[in-house]
């Protein structure tokens, strides 16, 4: 049977002048063929003969093989670039002649031209290939990472309840709980984070801050350039609401209750009633 979305081996049953008909090797009378056109048949190809093809649809959603290797095969993940936005949705440059499909009901995000997105490919209702950017039944769990190795990975969806979802790598399902988020972290973004715990079905929980004793340091020079922001005065201490502490500065509570210790001991700030100020040197 030729397989939709891959790559693979189709034996040459046909010669015609407009290229050569293909058809798997269990079916050498060619019941089900694919044209292969003329620009894309190997030299002195004859019938008999294999040839390894990717099998998608034409314009007139006429099965088509094509010798070239597109960017991502069925089910698998890949970043693409968007060539332009139409009335049903993006297309996407996936190094074939005819650009994917990328409809608006499976976008999680709204996209642009030249915009880069993180999309899996599958095969729609009406047995056309096209591309999701709701990628999590399509990464893959049996990642090399270890707890405190450090990953790269895209952001492809967020939750209220549950934080944000990372393909790490393009490849790998990975999650930054609710707790480890502070910050503006939005769909598309390409982020670096530390691996806290390997799920025992393989799964990634990802922090993009480092170990607490790492962190104060850093933590606490936000601290000072937070206060040199606001004209040297801070207008709010570490008994401030979580909300308040968050939104500013992009902390919990605990760090920056921890990072504010961290200056005092080291005597470069001093808490006022309603403020953090520098001490004077």
């Known amino acids: 049977m030729i397989q939709l979305g891959v790559k693979q081996n189709l034996t040459v049953v046909k010669q015609v002048e407009f290229g050569v008909y293909l058809s798997t090797e269990n079916d050498r009378d060619g019941e089900e063929r694919v044209l292969l056109p003329k620009k894309q048949v190997p030299e002195n190809t004859d019938i008999g003969d294999s040839i390894e093809v990717f099998v998608y649809k034409d314009s007139k959603d006429r099965l088509i093989a094509t010798v070239n290797t597109p960017k991502l095969e069925l089910h698998q993940v890949a970043e693409l670039r968007v060539v332009e936005v139409g009335k049903i949705g993006a297309f996407l440059d996936w190094g074939l002649e005819k650009d994917l499909l990328l409809p608006f009901k499976e976008q999680t995000r709204k996209v ?93 929980d990802l922090s993009i801050r480092d170990k607490a004793y790492l962190q104060i340091s850093k933590d606490a020079e936000r601290v000072i350039q937070a206060i040199d922001s606001f004209d040297g005065a801070l207008p709010f201490t570490d008994k401030a609401n979580p909300e308040v502490i968050n939104r500013e500065m992009q902390m919990s509570k605990n760090e920056f209750k921890r990072a504010v210790g961290h200056l005092l001991k080291e005597g470069r700030i001093q808490i006022n009633e309603k403020s953090i100020t520098k001490k004077s040197l």
């Open 112 to 204: 642009a031209e030249n915009d880069e997105c993180l999309v899996a490919l599958y095969i729609d209702k009406s047995s056309r290939l096209c591309a999701t950017m709701n990628v999590y039944k399509y990464l893959v769990t049996d990642s090399p990472y270890k707890k405190d190795d450090q990953v790269q990975g895209r952001v492809y969806e967020t939750s209220d309840e549950f934080g944000a979802f990372v393909a790490v790598d393009h490849k790998y399902s990975g999650l930054i709980p609710k707790k480890e988020l502070y910050g503006s972290v939005r769909i598309g973004d390409e982020i670096q984070a530390r691996v806290t715990n390997v799920k025992e079905d393989g799964k990634l």
